[in-house]
């Protein structure tokens, strides 16, 4: 209904202005401070002062004036505070909040009719995921999501770098030494921990090994990148040999945080179907386009770029930029929008990639780079070469141990009566221990470097996952224990949702503070999905909990006293509340327990 309420506040204050004859192009229109009672402000009579050669708060009130509520629905009154307008909610928007709250799919916005693609994580497939690049996935999932629920038709994918250096190293390794020449033992029995191990062998012999073995080696690893260019089928199955392997290993941990890929797009695609050889020609004939330290370069410092973006090697070989734009442009063909999360230290190709797409001749105006900090832990930072880094997986690990914990120590202060098993516990403490790793990283800021704190991150009482997470399962309760099913909507249950979903019986400050709350919950996802923002949502959950708990503390649902009708009423809100927490979670990839 917040969005509902924002479209007639505008169209009242434009007609209004044109009245007037002021201008209609900045409404001026914020959301208040707690403190003030409206749930929309304009400051627009500061910028018309000037103008009107009368100070803001004349203005404001001139405009006040002109205003007829009576042909607004979701506004009851506008009040003016020196130079503001405040816009108070009618019970028509609050009642309308409620009942709409009720359904499941509470938040989601209306189908827009455009295709989005999403990058994230594309990682090389040489290894483990370390700890170091979880914000990738991460991020990228909660983008992917926040899109989708914002009405985008959303496609996730993992570009897959199969042909540079590295994979040919690790190809060639792979097919050069035994077991028996690896030191150790895989740290778990999955195909990336196992194969990383010929990869960190193979970089130790290029590196130690004598200069006519490491010579033999640099000649076989040339020839598997030369047989990639040219689209040689032998070369392609023995890199795809080693990368499949490894890559199914890394999505399978990819899975635990949940991050899922509609598609995995191979950079030797635009290698194969001669999209790389034509790209290739069409940058050599741009302006910018020189020979010189023996490969082919564009020059860029004319658009403020200092290093030149080399595209081909002397031998012929393209890089990875080059074969990123063939795919960049392929994104355009096929879809409307396009979003990639990148590493901060990929901020200069960031750059490079869209200059050159635009000399190319193409409109950038679709694509988005989502840059992020890396996550440290507080050891400090992370390697992932040589294999002395710290695994996700292990990150994952200890968050379920820690959170079992936690759980396990809070059995006995439980107030509902459902006991809990084995099974339930070991439930409750993944989605507790993994929502909290998720929770902790996607709520802050993607360009803020993080240190990532076991106390914050699993703190039940303080502003963390576990703490929203919380308030879920205590809305399940409270449903529950009032015979009805949380995750069904009000309208499919023994529950008369047009009495219950009466605004007027929830008169406390708590109800209608919690209500407002929920009404603003879609223009969250709106502004979020806009500005490619995920923490805002995050940011949202932790006030709506305190919002929340307020209301638990203030407002009895279903003690003997409560008057019937009041009753159903908080119910309905409890239900609402269920909803917008629920789908707020899910935008984030953590997952909301019925039980804590």
């Keep these: 209904m917040f969005l ?17 004859d002021y201008p ?70 609050l009642e309308s909040t409620l009942e709409s709250a ?72 792979y097919e050069t030494f035994d077991e028996s020449d690896l030191e150790s033992e895989p740290e778990r029995d999955r195909p990336e921990y196992d194969l990383v191990r010929y990869y960190r062998k193979g970089n130790a012999f290029l590196e130690n090994g004598s200069e006519d073995e490491v010579a033999d080696a640099e000649a076989e690893i040339e020839s598997i990148m030369q047989g990639l260019e040219e689209g040689d089928d032998e070369a392609y199955e023995r890199v795809s040999e080693v990368v499949d392997q490894v890559l199914g290993g890394m999505t399978e941990c990819l899975a635990r945080l949940p991050a899922e890929f509609d598609e995995f797009v191979k950079e ?41 973006l080399v595209f081909l090697r002397a031998d012929g070989t393209s890089l990875y930029p080059t074969r990123d734009l063939a795919h960049h442009e392929w994104k355009f063909d096929n879809y409307d929008r396009a979003v990639t999360v990148l590493g901060e230290d990929h901020k200069l190709q960031a750059r490079q990639l869209r200059t050159t797409l635009e000399l190319l001749g193409n409109d950038t105006d679709p694509l988005r780079q989502v840059l992020y900090s890396y996550v440290n832990l507080p050891e400090g930072k992370m390697s992932t070469r040589r294999g002395t880094g710290v695994d996700l997986d292990d990150l994952l690990d200890e968050a379920v141990d820690r959170a079992r914990e936690e759980v396990e120590e809070r059995l006995d202060d439980r107030i509902r009566d459902d006991d809990l098993d084995d099974e339930d516990v070991e439930r409750i403490a993944h989605q507790v221990g993994i929502g909290a790793v998720r929770y902790d990283i996607v709520s802050k800021q993607p360009a803020k470097a993080i240190t990532f704190e076991w106390e914050q991150a ?68 709106e502004e979020a999905a806009d500005d490619l923002e995920p923490h805002q949502v995050a940011t949202y959950t932790r006030e709506f909990a305190d919002r929340f708990n307020a209301f638990y503390r203030e407002c009895p649902v279903l003690a003997e006293d ?25 935008i984030l990839g953590v997952e909301a327990p019925r039980s804590m």
């Excluded at 708060?57 to 405009?63: G, N, S």
């Excluded at 003016?80 to 307008?85: S, V």
């Excluded at 990738?136 to 540079?164: C, K, Q």
């Excluded at 809100?573 to 979670?585: D, E, I, K, Q, T």
Aim: contains cysteine.
């Design 562 to 586: 409560v008057d019937p009708e009041v009753r159903e009423a908080r119910l309905a809100l409890v239900a609402a509340s269920r909803h917008a927490v629920a789908n707020a979670l899910s």
């Design 268 to 308: 030797t695609r635009f290698m194969r179907n001669g999209d790389t050889d034509e790209l290739v020609a069409r940058l050599k004939e741009l302006d910018e386009a020189v020979y010189e330290n023996e490969a082919w370069q564009l020059e860029l410092d004319e658009y403020g770029i200092d290093k030149n």
């Design 24 to 93: 209609t192009d900045d409404l001026g229109i914020e959301e208040p401070p707690e403190d003030v009672d409206s749930v929309l402000a304009s400051s627009v009579a500061f910028r018309l002062a000037g103008e009107a050669g009368a100070p803001p708060p004349q203005v404001a009130a001139e405009l006040a004036e002109e205003i007829d509520i009576d042909e607004l629905t979701y506004v009851e009154a506008i009040e003016t505070q020196g130079p503001y307008l405040n816009f108070l909610p009618s019970e028509a928007y």
């Design 458 to 525: 699993l703190d039940f009482e303080a502003q963390s996952a576990p703490y929203v997470q919380y308030v879920h399962a205590r809305c399940c309760g409270i449903l529950e224990e009032a015979g009805l099913d949380p995750e069904t909507a009000l309208a499919d249950q023994d529950l008369d949702l047009e009495s219950a979903a009466d605004a007027d019986l929830l008169e406390t400050p708590a109800e209608r503070e919690l209500l407002e709350t929920i009404a603003r919950f879609p223009a969250v996802v």
């Design 4 to 20: 509902s309420l924002r479209a007639e506040v505008e169209s009242a204050l434009e007609t209004a202005l044109s009245t007037l």
């Design 102 to 173: 009720t359904a499941a799919d509470y938040g989601a916005l209306e189908d827009r009719g455009e295709s989005v693609v999403v990058e994230h994580t594309s990682a090389n497939p040489t290894g483990p995921v370390h700890v170091g690049r979880a914000r990738n996935p991460i991020i990228g999932d909660a983008v992917a999501n926040l899109l989708e629920y914002a009405g985008y038709d959303v496609d996730r994918h993992y570009y897959v770098n199969d042909a540079g250096r590295q994979m040919a190293v690790f190809t060639w390794a």
